[in-house]
């Protein structure tokens, strides 16, 4: 048995946190008890706060074969550790500490157990009580309560989210119709088709190269900006219609959503024709059966680029980074003004989820809990 403090500064922190547990669970031991998450601002240094966890493990490896495998871990995660002490501390990705190992105390020139700060850090402290409150440390003799009474951190902790559990894959998706959103580029149709595949559901892609302006829009986006949008709406509209109506599958999956109409008319489309398209949209949103799922993928601009470019579709090309980057805001701000949608985030920027097996069973964990 051994406790761990998990935190992280940088991206989308939360999944962060959850993927070091999927990991953790799956290579270094069984993850038994998590406590809630909490927000605390950077201890020792100035950066953004942190979101912060507890985990008890149990697990055969021994000590020493422990902290390779968190580091890789951390590595994995994106986090990147200065061979200097000099240089401080710095915002991460993901921290990994050890807390404690058994009932063990360890001092060598790379590890101390327990952890030497521990007793000064509220945003240890107050996690491992809601996991341990009980627990005695073998160094000082006092509980974890004990410790949390006299800790001299008076920094405010955040309580965030009570029930943070650890994503496993149960092995079945308990939604009958899920949308893969995201920008350009983002991996829509590939999450899509393998979720479809490995889950024994319906496969639903946009039809876009049968839009007969689109081609012309990159060419001359404020000419033929209404004619494209209004040829997507009346595809997309048309072609969920159908799907939608004869659906007889235990699962669809699209990778697109009838919403991804209003967010692209209201980039290319001036305000005038955006009133006009708008009010035509929602005329028929209202009759659209709407996802049990809303799967948003971020990534990167830089790498949506990449991926438009690999893929060699000569009327993607005049796409910039700057068109990208508006794109995504139009996303979020639907989605923020969209709160009813069942929405799940999911940050694909550090993943790779076509060729690492690990990263894919990372979001099907996601999806099954």
């Excluded at 669970?25 to 966890?53: D, Q, T």
């Excluded at 390779?68 to 000099?86: D, F, K, N, Y």
């Excluded at 829509?188 to 979720?195: F, G, N």
């Excluded at 940050?347 to 097996?357: E, R």
């Amino acid at each position: 048995m051994f406790f761990l403090s998990l935190g992280s500064n940088l991206g989308n922190r939360a999944q962060y946190l959850q993927h070091a547990l999927f990991l953790l669970h799956r290579e270094v031991g069984k993850v038994v008890k998590v406590s809630p998450l909490y927000e605390s601002p950077a201890w020792g240094f100035s950066s953004e706060p942190f979101y912060n966890i507890c985990a008890e493990l149990h697990t055969d490896l021994p000590l020493e074969a422990l902290l390779p495998r968190l580091h890789a871990i951390e590595a994995r995660l994106g986090r990147v550790r200065t061979s200097q002490p000099s240089e401080g501390y710095k915002a991460r990705t993901l921290d990994i500490d050890i807390l404690y190992y058994d009932d063990k105390v360890v001092q060598t020139d790379t590890l101390c157990i327990p952890h030497p700060q521990l007793a000064l850090r509220r945003f240890v402290l107050q996690p491992l009580a809601d996991i341990a409150l009980n627990f005695i440390d073998p160094a000082k003799g006092q509980t974890i309560s004990q410790l949390l009474e006299v800790c001299p951190d008076t920094a405010a902790l955040t309580l965030v989210k009570q029930d943070f559990a650890l994503p496993v894959n149960k092995g079945t998706i308990p939604y009958r119709y899920i949308t893969i959103e995201g920008n350009i580029g983002a991996g829509k149709t590939s999450l899509a088709t393998r979720l479809a595949e490995d889950f024994s559901g319906q496969l639903l892609l946009e039809e876009f190269a049968t839009n007969p302006f689109l081609e012309d829009f990159y060419k001359q986006p404020q000419r033929y900006a209404l004619a494209t949008e209004l040829s997507f709406l009346k595809d997309r509209y048309k072609q969920l219609q159908h799907t939608l109506t004869l659906n007889e599958h235990p699962l669809l999956v699209a990778d697109y959503a009838f919403s991804k109409s209003l967010i692209f008319a209201q980039e290319t489309l001036p305000n005038k024709e955006y009133t006009l398209y708008e009010e035509l949209f929602y005329l028929l949103f209202e009759r659209m059966i709407k996802p049990d799922l809303y799967i948003y993928l971020h990534q990167h601009t830089d790498t949506l680029l990449k991926n438009i470019q690999k893929r060699g579709r000569s009327f993607e090309t005049p796409i910039s980074k700057t068109y990208l980057e508006r794109i995504e805001q139009s996303y979020l701000s639907f989605l923020q003004h969209n709160p009813s949608l069942n929405t799940l985030f999911i940050d694909v920027s550090y993943m790779d989820f076509v060729n690492n097996q690990d990263d894919y069973q990372f979001i099907t964990a996601l999806i099954t809990k």
